[in-house]
T-cell receptor
Framework: GENVEQHPSTLSVQEGDSAVIKCTYSDSASNYFPWYKQELGKRPQLIIDIRSNVGEKKDQRIAVTLNKTAKHFSLHITETQPEDSAVYFCAASYREKLTFGTGTRLTIIP | DVKVTQSSRYLVKRTGEKVFLECVQDMDHENMFWYRQDPGLGLRLIYFSYDVKMKEKGDIPEGYSVSREKKERFSLILESASTNQTSMYLC???????????????FGPGTRLTVL
């Protein structure tokens, strides 16, 4: 089955700096890669996703890149703000079954 | 707006009890999922369902069963609860029938289950 590895497990950045979270996957058949944000005590919510026919996708301060050959994808957050503090999960999917990474706790230092 | 609800936010049960966790979605989604979330382990899939009365095992099905009698409702059952099933349980749903595409999964608020 699919295996998704996520790094780092914790990340602290100064407010205004950029944050990068990286994930690798094992199953070359995976074709959908979402990123979820989970604030303390709340449910995970989708923030951005990318499909395997696209190399990069951007939504305001958030971007995701995908390298199918190397089987890795990354989340980039620019101009970080205090409200970006949360746990972020990557996932990989073929058809409907998502396999999640273990999460990255991002802390924005004011 | 998609709404996924779970029957309880917090639940405390004793070892050996039978436990039912209920999930309801109101958007006519085909697919429903049950995950457990543990610190450092992320979200792990227990069971999922593509349609009414249909179920498939996820990555960690041992000790659990599920029921989907109606499209909007997906139940997770712990036949005999054990302390290692203490966890946060998250339900999710997505729109599309099983196909080559994948739709966004929408999560419920979670049920924190403690087994004593």
């Amino acid at each position: 089955g699919e295996n998704v590895e996520q790094h780092p497990s914790t990340l602290s950045v100064q407010e205004g700096d950029s944050a990068v979270i990286k994930c690798t996957y094992s199953d070359s058949a995976s074709n959908y890669f979402p990123w979820y944000k989970q604030e303390l005590g709340k449910r995970p919510q989708l923030i951005i996703d990318i499909r395997s026919n696209v190399g990069e996708k951007k939504d305001q301060r958030i971007a995701v890149t995908l390298n199918k050959t190397a089987k890795h994808f990354s989340l980039h957050i620019t101009e970080t703000q205090p409200e970006d503090s949360a746990v972020y999960f990557c996932a990989a999917s073929y058809r409907e079954k998502l396999t999640f990474g273990t999460g990255t706790r991002l802390t924005i230092i004011p | 707006d998609v709404k996924v609800t779970q029957s309880s936010r917090y639940l405390v049960k004793r070892t050996g009890e039978k436990v039912f966790l209920e999930c309801v979605q109101d958007m006519d989604h085909e697919n429903m999922f049950w995950y457990r979330q543990d610190p450092g382990l992320g979200l792990r899939l227990i069971y999922f369902s593509y349609d009414v009365k249909m179920k498939e095992k996820g990555d960690i099905p041992e000790g659990y069963s599920v029921s989907r009698e109606k499209k909007e409702r997906f139940s997770l059952i712990l036949e005999s609860a054990s302390t290692n099933q203490t966890s946060m349980y998250l339900c999710a749903s997505s729109l599309s029938p099983s196909s080559l595409s994948t739709d966004t999964q929408y999560f419920g608020p979670g049920t924190r289950l403690t087994v004593l």
